[in-house]
T-cell receptor, first 113, second 113 residues
Framework: QKEVEQNSGPLSVPEGAIASLNCTYS??????FFWYRQYSGKSPELIMS????GDKEDGRFTAQLNKASQYVSLLIRDSQPSDSATYLC?????????????FGTGTQLKVEL | DGGITQSPKYLFRKEGQNVTLSCEQN?????MYWYRQDPGQGLRLIYY???????QKGDIAEGYSVSREKKESFPLTVTSAQKNPTAFYLC????????????FGSGTRLTVV
């Protein structure tokens, strides 16, 4: 069983629509959750962090966390063509050392004109 | 400007050859990480180090070696024992015990020729 799962996509949305990206994780003691955006050929860029249940908003991005159901999601409002990228979900466990992040395989988002 | 510098950006390796990827940071971060990214497989942890002169294996350490002689530097050697080294290699860092996302370098794309 994969520790962090994402639908690989591609997820296609029209410009101006809301894009919804989902991620589930298996380690119940996970404490910290992150969303990275990665353009083709580039390194990942951190766009959102969330640590407690509920919603966290930053501009057009909203991260949602539900620890009981072990899922975290990212909503992108008013999607733009520049949002077309792969979005990686990353999880930090509460156990073990090293402050390591475990990544999902990413969801490819395509925003169409 | 503070950041993580990876070099070279592109690297070509012949069969049976060892190559070393450089990762240097001026962020004064204690912890550094090496990940490998293959298409469709997300990021997988190779090695990490939380302090100078100490490092631990990640999930896919076979065929790789590292050193941490200075806080700023965490080079990765891809040895001839790594049978499938073609991938995108990413270095990341974070202050030790900090609970936020990594800062990534720009990556090194390694190709076997």
């Amino acid at each position: 069983q994969k520790e962090v799962e994402q639908n690989s996509g591609p997820l296609s949305v029209p410009e101006g629509a809301i894009a919804s990206l989902n991620c589930t994780y298996s380690d119940r003691v996970s404490q910290s959750f992150f969303w990275y955006r990665q353009y083709s050929g580039k390194s990942p860029e951190l766009i959102m962090s969330i640590y407690s249940n509920g919603d966290k908003e930053d501009g057009r991005f909203t991260a949602q966390l539900n620890k009981a159901s072990q899922y975290v999601s990212l909503l992108i409002r008013d999607s733009q063509p520049s949002d077309s990228a792969t979005y990686l979900c990353a999880v930090r466990s509460g156990t073990g050392g090293g402050n390591k992040l475990t990544f999902g395989t990413g969801t490819q988002l395509k925003v169409e004109l | 400007d503070g950041g993580i510098t990876q070099s070279p950006k592109y690297l070509f390796r012949k069969e049976g050859q060892n190559v070393t990827l450089s990762c240097e940071q001026n962020l004064n971060h204690d912890a550094m990480y090496w990940y490998r990214q293959d298409p469709g497989q997300g990021l997988r942890l190779i090695y990490y180090s939380q302090i100078v002169n100490d490092f631990q294996k990640g999930d896919i350490a076979e065929g790789y070696s590292v050193s941490r002689e200075k806080k700023e530097s965490f080079p990765l050697t891809v040895t001839s024992a790594q049978k499938n080294p073609t991938a995108f290699y990413l270095c990341a860092s974070i202050p030790r015990q900090a609970n936020y996302g990594y800062t990534f370098g720009s990556g090194t794309r390694l190709t076997v020729v």
